[in-house]
């Protein structure tokens, strides 16, 4: 919603000007673009505008950052936060449309285990107390969870794992 505070307080938009700004945004600076609808609503005298974007078949689109880079960001509660490692690397494993062969080895048995002795658990922490690479814990985290074994949860400075209790959850 253009024309709404954080808030909730309406403030409203002056002119087509924001409408054409979301344009430019979703034509210029994200990759691949954006497709949207707008809808521009009348609350209390003042114009709002509401934008409206579809689910993507792609899994990641990118935005620069300030050198201009192209990055994938998620939006966190109220925040735009770049997108965390093991993010990236399910949305490549989902792009890549083949299938997952999984094989439980005691790397998994062992990161399992560590999850388990906790309600959720840091990636970093299951990288260390696991002893692997950020590579292989990475990838068995992301199978995990794209198998529905474990839940993501993305906060603005932590990423955590914990254990699915409800594995009909989609991702």
Not at 75 to 85: K, T, W, Y
Not at 106 to 115: F, S, T, W
Request: proline share 4%; glycine share 4%; charged share 25%.
């Amino acid at each position: 919603m253009i024309g709404v505070k954080d808030n909730g307080n309406i403030s409203g938009i002056r002119s087509e000007e924001e409408y054409y700004m979301v344009q430019n945004a979703a034509e210029r600076y994200c990759k691949p673009e954006i497709a949207f609808t707008s809808k521009e609503w009348n609350m209390g005298g003042k114009k709002v505008l509401e934008i409206k974007i579809p689910a993507s078949k792609v899994f990641t689109h990118k935005a620069p950052d300030p050198n201009n880079k192209f990055k994938a960001y998620l939006r966190v509660n109220d925040e735009n936060i770049l997108a965390p490692g093991i993010q990236m690397k399910i949305w490549e494993k989902l792009n890549t449309n083949r299938s997952i062969k999984f094989v439980y080895t005691d790397n998994v048995k062992n990161i399992l285990a560590h999850i388990n002795e906790n309600s959720k658990i840091s990636i970093g922490d299951i990288q260390k107390k696991s002893k692997l690479t950020k590579f292989k814990t990475d990838n068995i985290l992301a199978e995990l969870i794209i198998m529905k074994t474990l839940n993501l949860h993305i906060e603005v400075n932590n990423v955590y794992v914990s254990l699915n209790d409800k594995p009909e959850n989609d991702y």
